[in-house]
């Protein structure tokens, strides 16, 4: 079945302590992104990538760090993180742009 | 910068009726307009993509059309059903990162 992943689904941690959020697809899209999800602001972009080794920043990025070091994989990493970045995380894929995104579940993360 | 705009922000029909849901957006440099539906808990599904060259997509009882020199875009839904009840985004994909920009959705409950 075609997918993205995204793990873990829930998590509440407290500020400081490094997580990284794993997202995976199966469907050898070259275009992935991150987006964050918060009431009354909608959708924002943080990080995207266009293939392996190839990323760049969106619209929010600061306190966030990405990687591609393969395909089919993008973790979205939270160096230090902070109460402001509590949100719902989605991460996204597509063959190419201009082409119907795939969205994984979310992430719900919770920081003290 | 572009804005996408959804409104109303929510919407309550009986079963049966006919709806017509709404998307705006500011600058018409646009790849696609794309429709997404939201359930409580899940992650984002694509429901239809016009390119900007076309005038509107079917999929089943939905149909999306889109008027770039104006800047909107309707989602049509036939014969509602409560299984259509979910938030509806609209996002149009622009740029070179090949962005979506999302609007707010439109929470649409479908009253049996």
């Known amino acids: 079945e075609a997918q993205v992943t995204q793990n873990p689904r829930y998590l509440i941690t407290v500020t400081g302590k490094k997580l990284t959020v794993t997202c995976s697809q199966n469907?050898?899209?070259?275009?992935m992104s991150w987006y964050r999800q918060d009431p009354g602001l909608g959708l924002r972009q943080i990080y995207y990538?266009?293939?392996?080794?190839?990323?760049d920043k969106g619209d929010v990025p600061e306190g966030y760090k990405v990687s591609r070091k393969e395909k089919r994989n993008f973790p979205l990493i939270l160096e230090s993180p902070s109460p402001n970045q509590t949100s719902l995380y989605f991460c996204?894929?597509?063959?190419?742009?201009?082409?119907?995104?795939?969205f994984g579940d979310g992430t719900r993360l919770s920081i003290l | 910068k572009q804005e996408v705009t959804q409104i109303p922000a929510a919407l309550s029909v009986p079963e049966g009726e006919n709806l017509v849901l709404n998307c705006s957006f500011t600058d018409s440099a646009i790849y696609n307009l794309q429709w997404f539906r939201q359930d409580p808990g899940k992650g984002l599904t694509s429901l239809l993509l016009?390119?900007?060259?076309?005038r509107e997509q079917t999929s089943g009882r939905l149909n999306a059309s889109l008027d770039k020199s104006s800047g909107r875009s309707t989602l049509y839904i036939a014969a509602s059903q409560p299984g259509d009840s979910a938030t509806y985004l609209c996002a149009v994909e622009a740029g070179a990162n090949s962005k979506l920009t999302f609007g707010k959705g439109i929470t649409l409950s479908v009253r049996p």
């Open positions: 996204a894929s597509s063959l190419w742009f201009n082409q119907p995104q795939h």
């Open positions: 990538s266009m293939n392996v080794e190839v990323t």
């Open positions: 016009i390119q900007s060259s076309q």
């Open positions: 469907m050898n899209h070259e275009y």
